[in-house]
């Protein structure tokens, strides 16, 4: 990469591995608490250090590690740079990010918000972690048209030629985010900001927290896709094989674009205040964005059987031989793909508005999340680490960092398979979602839940030494040898002539979705503004 655009890269990255060591002390201290093994010292609360966990890592880490892999992947793929233009929206983003997410950071820290990672109404902070709030997404927009400008000039001097499938990607999940962006922003603008202000006694709880959730599930995808970004276009080329079809890779993306919206309801399922027609419309919707995953997991078992094929390996299984194991830069991202098949099984269910009952709000709920975005997402990201940096920095990764990276997956894993494993399990048990340890006044429920808790601490300090060793890790990147190192971008199997050009007919998808959510939301929408709502006073949380 150009020097200039790897200093943009770089302070992505390198923020985003800040945040993650934050959030990962935050993450760890919780899982002693709620285990009744340590007490917060200093005053600090239990949802306070809840809220720097949830935003660091769920927000700050996965926002700019994404921003900064999409901009390395279309510098290599879209020009050979950045244009001029790309690279000052890219750092006026970064910017405004990086200032409004600090005093958002501050404003967790002098505990006046602690309002947890979603936080909607009614529970209220204070104004200025709301501004903080809509710099972070100016700046993401900002960010965003970066990867627009450059993928619209890109076009215009390859006319009539199909965009590279990364450009392609990039464009599509920044897509997603400033559609769905759109939401909060309405919220923190709108409702929000007043109201913390004083301008406005009450607030649209109902209505906060849907537009909270038109954002917030399209928010997974956001970590998904470049997830996925990974696994169709990188993982190909480390394992010596070819993309498996460049049309099917795009059409998954397009039906993750059209369907990750208008499905905010199925976090709400048990809201008063939504019919239950526009929630089973939405369900279904739900159903519809599980099919694009399910065709990613069809081509990268296609991709993976070509490959062992190719190179003679026979049986059903025998592709699994040929697989490079040993090394991380596909090890990480691989458990992330087997992580995958549980937690989206978990998806399914949370999903299902019968067994939404179970679960809802309990740590089964987050026992999901541990498994989708910081095991699936995260490792991959992790995995990203290893060459992205060594690109960038002109180094190399050295066997022993190589080594290392395996050991820090396995770790991961394992601290994993105890923290989710046990959520998963006490979650079916009752154990409520978020709370601080608490016996409910020794009740036997709650005291056969204690085990369970333990457990979760116990993978929360392993997650922790795993987490370290990654920092560590992207020190000895950063100091590794001088060396050449390509940017692993897969070939497609079949000629890219025959992916079909109307996917690349945005005016259509962007209508579509339009009309989707439009469709999934006026009428409930329309329900929540009518005569019969009312403003609650919310409640000041400091
Ligand atoms: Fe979710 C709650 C439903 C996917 C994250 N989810 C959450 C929350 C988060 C989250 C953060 O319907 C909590 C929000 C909060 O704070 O309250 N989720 C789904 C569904 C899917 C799904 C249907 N979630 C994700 C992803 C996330 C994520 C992805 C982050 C990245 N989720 C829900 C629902 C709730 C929810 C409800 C609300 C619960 C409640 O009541 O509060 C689907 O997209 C999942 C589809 C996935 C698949 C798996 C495909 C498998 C692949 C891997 C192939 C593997 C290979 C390797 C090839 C169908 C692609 C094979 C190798 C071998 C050796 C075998």
């Not at 059209?258 to 159903?287: A, C, D, R």
Request: hydrophobic fraction near 55%; aromatic fraction near 14%.
């Amino acid at each position: 990469l150009d020097p200039k655009d790897g200093a943009l890269v770089m302070a992505h990255i390198l923020f985003a591995f800040f945040a993650l060591l934050l959030g990962g002390i935050a993450g760890m201290l919780q899982s002693v608490v709620r285990g009744g093994m340590y007490t917060l010292p200093g005053g600090i609360g239990y949802y306070q250090l809840l809220t720097a966990h949830g935003i660091l890592m769920a927000i700050v880490f996965t926002t700019y590690f994404i921003i900064g892999f999409l901009y390395s992947g279309i510098a290599r793929t879209m020009g050979g740079a950045l244009l001029p233009m790309t690279r000052r929206l890219g750092w006026a983003g970064f910017a405004l990010m990086t200032g409004g997410g600090l005093v958002v950071l501050a404003m967790i820290l002098l505990d006046k918000a602690s309002v947890l990672y979603t936080f909607y109404a009614p529970m209220k902070a204070a104004p200025q972690f709301y501004f903080g709030l809509a710099f972070v997404v100016i700046g993401s927009w900002l960010s965003g048209f970066g990867i627009f400008y450059q993928y619209r000039d890109w076009r215009k001097t390859h006319r009539g030629k199909l965009s590279p499938l990364f450009g392609f990607m990039a464009v599509v999940t920044m897509l997603l985010w400033q559609i769905a962006t759109i939401g909060v922003a309405i919220e923190v603008i709108v409702q929000l900001i007043p109201w913390s202000v004083g301008w406005t006694e009450t607030v649209n709880v109902m209505l906060s927290r849907t537009l909270f959730w038109y954002f917030g599930h399209p928010l997974v995808y956001f970590w998904l896709l470049p997830t996925y970004i990974c696994w169709y276009v990188i993982i190909p080329e480390i394992i010596g094989g070819k993309i498996y079809s460049d049309a099917l890779a795009r059409l998954s993306f397009i039906l993750l674009l059209l369907f990750s919206i208008p499905v905010g309801f199925h976090h709400q399922l048990m809201e008063p205040g939504v019919s239950p027609l526009w929630k089973y419309i939405q369900v279904v919707l739900t159903f519809m964005v599980v099919i694009p995953s399910l065709m990613t997991a069809f081509s990268l078992f296609a991709t993976f059987e070509q490959n062992g094929r190719l190179k003679g390996a026979k049986g059903l299984f025998g592709w699994l031989k040929v697989l490079p194991w040993k090394d991380v830069r596909f090890f990480a991202p691989f458990m992330g793909m087997l992580a995958f098949i549980p937690a989206g099984a978990g998806g399914i269910v949370n999903a299902s508005n019968q067994m939404n009952a179970v679960v809802h709000n309990t740590l089964w709920v987050t026992g999901h999340f541990h498994l989708t975005v910081a095991t699936s997402v995260a490792l991959t990201f992790f995995g990203i680490t290893y060459w992205l940096i060594p690109v960038i920095t002109g180094r190399v990764l050295t066997k022993r960092v190589n080594k290392l990276g395996i050991i820090q997956t396995v770790l991961w894993l394992v601290g994993m398979l105890f923290m989710s494993g046990s959520m998963h399990t006490v979650g079916l048990l009752g154990s409520p979602r978020r709370t601080a340890y608490t016996t409910y006044q020794d009740h036997t429920d709650a005291i056969l839940w204690m085990p369970y808790h333990v457990a979760m601490a116990i993978g929360g300090i392993i997650l922790f030494v795993a987490l370290v060793l990654m920092i560590i890790n992207v020190v000895a990147l950063l100091r590794a040898p001088k060396g050449e190192t390509l940017y692993p971008l897969g070939k497609s199997s079949a000629p890219e002539e025959a992916t079909p050009r109307f996917l690349e007919r945005w005016g259509v998808w962007i209508s579509l979705v339009v009309l989707l959510i439009l469709f999934a939301y006026t009428i409930p929408v329309m329900d929540m503004l009518g005569p019969d709502t009312y403003g609650a006073p919310g409640y000041k949380t400091w």
